[in-house]
């Protein structure tokens, strides 16, 4: 079975960073697209950044600037730093593989990041 687990999540005051990292298991990582995504109590789950197999990276314009996605595929892993955090950041971060080939899609457990004004 497909596992994600996401890590990292923690309280931080607003202007702090956090780096938040996302281990893939019994997946081949390579050919999935990786994606962070997060959610606030009452509202949906929005898209925070994407990275393709082949290292493009997509951002919210919420985030742009701020945060930065990316892979290791050596370690099947994927990490968001996110830096000048703002309370508005605050939520549970999701983290979403995509099969290219399966076109299925897998979550982790989500890990929640609260920032402090």
């Known amino acids: 079975q497909v596992q994600l687990v996401e890590s990292g999540g923690g309280l931080v005051q607003a202007g702090g960073s956090l780096r938040l990292s996302c281990a893939a298991s019994?997946?081949?990582?390579?050919?999935?697209?990786m994606g962070w995504y997060r959610q606030c109590p009452g509202k949906q789950r929005e898209v925070v950044a994407d990275?393709?197999?082949?290292?493009?990276?997509n951002y919210a314009d919420s985030v742009r600037g701020r945060f930065t996605v990316s892979r290791d595929n050596t370690k099947n892993t994927v990490y968001l730093q996110m830096n000048s955090l703002k309370s508005e950041d605050t939520a549970i971060y999701y983290c979403r593989a995509y099969g290219l080939i399966s076109r299925q899609q897998y979550w982790g457990q989500g890990t929640q990041v609260t920032v402090s004004s």
């Open positions: 990275i393709t197999n082949g290292g493009e990276t």
């Open positions: 019994r997946i081949i990582f390579s050919i999935h697209i």
